[in-house]
């Protein structure tokens, strides 16, 4: 299905994702729809599954569903995903020639839509993100997909220098960070909101396990009888996966089981990120592994100090002791005391607010990365 829309007129992108559900990938191919809308026409490809409702979708210039299927550990994934990938290649391929696109945009390496419609005989611009770590697929489907990617596609782009690392050495691999995209901030806004009488500490990641949220549960609970004065708030959602949910209910009955339970919220995903952040005190993210990490970068853009574990992408974006601290992954001791850092020094936790929001604006600039687009989709420069 298509949402109606009229002719396409600039230059196309089609952006295939697989998110059956609001993630930190259709976040960023929403964002970079927002920063060339001017310029180009994005067209973006979910699944027909996908739960994204379409005021998520006002941003592309038409958003086209197909049945993309993942591929997972199980018998009925293997007998259907094969025959998905072909039909709604071959469908793709049709809808781009129909548009008169030459640019396709692989939002992951793990979708192989890409390769299929190439080997369908797209003549186009191919170029394949690496957004997750490819070792969470195992060696065997790393593999292959990282070299069936490498082959077909003109660029292979790593989110990060974290991800960077960990793909072959080629000269089609670019590395181009992920622009910040919030409106409507300046380095003053810490100031007003460090004087609330309540502290937020916010965290923003869906209820999925290896995001972390248990330990940031369980260093909250070492400072809370020390500090009236401070709450913990989660948003985030669950996908609708039954795994994810039962994640959230273990996570709220460790939340239950404590004597500071009512400062402790749960909440679901917000779309209007500057209404969490504007009045936090400050952002946590404990991931175990993190290939990026757009709530870093959107938190230290709104001016919060960031506590982030060192866990692949937060090294890049939060710089310790001057825009945040970083702590290691799983040491509970270790994120109380930053936790306690900051709420202990309002004016360290506000210069470190500060010092964020000036590094991301310099280093994740929309114009850098509409630089990075315009290269590796071959257009060269722009005014």
């Not at 259709?26 to 699944?47: G, Q, T």
Request: aromatic share 10%; charged share 25%.
């Amino acid at each position: 299905m298509e949402r109606s829309v009229e002719k396409l007129h600039n230059p196309v992108i089609y952006i295939m994702d697989g998110s059956i559900d609001i993630t930190g990938a259709f976040i960023c191919a929403r964002n970079e729809a927002k920063i060339l809308r001017n310029e180009v026409d994005v067209v973006m490809v979910l699944p027909e599954t996908t739960k994204i409702s379409d005021e998520h979708l006002v941003d592309f210039k038409k958003v086209v569903r197909l049945p993309i299927v993942n591929i997972r550990k199980s018998l009925l994934s293997l007998i259907t995903y094969f025959p998905a990938l072909v039909i709604a290649s071959w469908r793709l391929k049709k809808m781009m020639k129909y548009d008169g696109c030459d640019n396709l945009q692989i939002n992951d390496f793990y979708l192989m839509h890409g390769v299929v419609v190439c080997m369908f005989g797209f003549k186009g611009r191919l170029v394949t993100w690496v957004r997750i770590d490819p070792r969470r697929f195992g060696s065997l489907f790393s593999r292959l997909w990282l070299g069936l990617g490498y082959r077909y596609s003109n660029h292979v782009v790593a989110v990060s220098r974290f991800i960077q690392e960990l793909l072959p050495q080629s000269p089609k691999t670019r590395l181009v960070y992920d622009p910040v995209y919030i409106r409507g901030t300046d380095e003053t806004a810490y100031s007003e909101r460090a004087r609330h009488s309540v502290r937020r500490l916010v965290y923003i990641g869906n209820y999925i396990e290896g995001k972390g949220q248990q330990y940031a549960i369980a260093a909250f609970l070492q400072v809370a009888m020390k500090y009236s004065d401070v709450q913990l708030h989660f948003y985030g959602g669950d996908m609708g996966l039954e795994k994810n949910l039962a994640f959230r209910k273990r996570l709220e009955m460790q939340a239950a089981s404590s004597p500071y339970c009512d400062r402790i919220l749960f909440h679901d995903y917000v779309n209007d990120i500057e209404s969490v952040l504007g009045g936090a005190f400050a952002a946590l993210n404990f991931s175990e592994s993190e290939s990026f990490s757009l709530s870093c970068l959107e938190a230290s853009h709104h001016g919060l100090p960031v506590i982030a574990t060192r866990s692949g992408g937060p090294q890049e974006i939060v710089e310790d002791q001057r825009t945040g601290l970083l702590v290691n992954t799983g040491d509970v001791g270790a994120m109380r005391d930053a936790i306690e850092v900051l709420l202990k020094d309002k004016e360290i936790a506000k210069e470190m607010g500060r010092n964020g929001a000036r590094h991301v604006a310099r280093k994740f600039s929309e114009d850098a990365f509409r630089k990075n687009i315009h290269s590796i989709f071959g257009w060269g420069n722009f005014s």
